[in-house]
Each structure stands twice: as C-alpha cells, then as structure tokens.
C-alpha cells in the first residue's frame, strides 16, 4: 500500500510529464485532493494564473499500485467516481499511465 506521500510524488511525475509538452508550469492544487481507500484523487493546474488550460481533468493515483487512471473533463468529479467505484466508468486506454513504465 502506498503512503499519501508515495501518491504526491506520483502524481507530480504525471502532470510534469503533461508539463514538457506543453511548456507550462503545472501544480498539484493539494486542498482539492480527494482521498478515497483504494487511493487520491488529484486536480492540478497551471502555476501561473495568466494560462488557462483544457483538458487537465482529476486523476486517481491507485494506492496498491501507482497506476494513473485520468477522469474526464465533462463531467463533475463526482460523476466519474461514483461511476468508478460502481463498475459502470472505464477509462480509455490512453487515460491510464503506468509511472513504473517511463
């Protein structure tokens, strides 16, 4: 099981990997973070308030394996959760990021 710490730094490593594509520095926002027994929820985005980004939807740091599952953006956080933890939500194949892969 990982520690919330563990999860942080995860979750750091994925929006610097969003961050040098896109040339923006980009914060974990930590008081958003949503803390549920199978791992952390995340919001991040820009450092400086003078960008706006689209697509930076929350992410789940899984705490049994660091996995990195994105959630949508057109939806409330809620949504995709509850949908997470009923079985009815699937990520794509592109919204999931193995952090021991790269």
Known sequence: MLTDNKMLEIAKKCIKLNEEE???????VEQLTIIKPYG????????????????NGPFLVKNDTGLVIQFGTSNDVGYDITGYEDGTWKPASYGVWYPNHN
């Open 22 to 28: 896109i040339n923006i520095e980009l914060i974990i």
């Open 40 to 55: 952390n929820i995340y919001s991040y985005g820009p450092k400086d308030p003078k960008y706006r980004l689209a697509g």
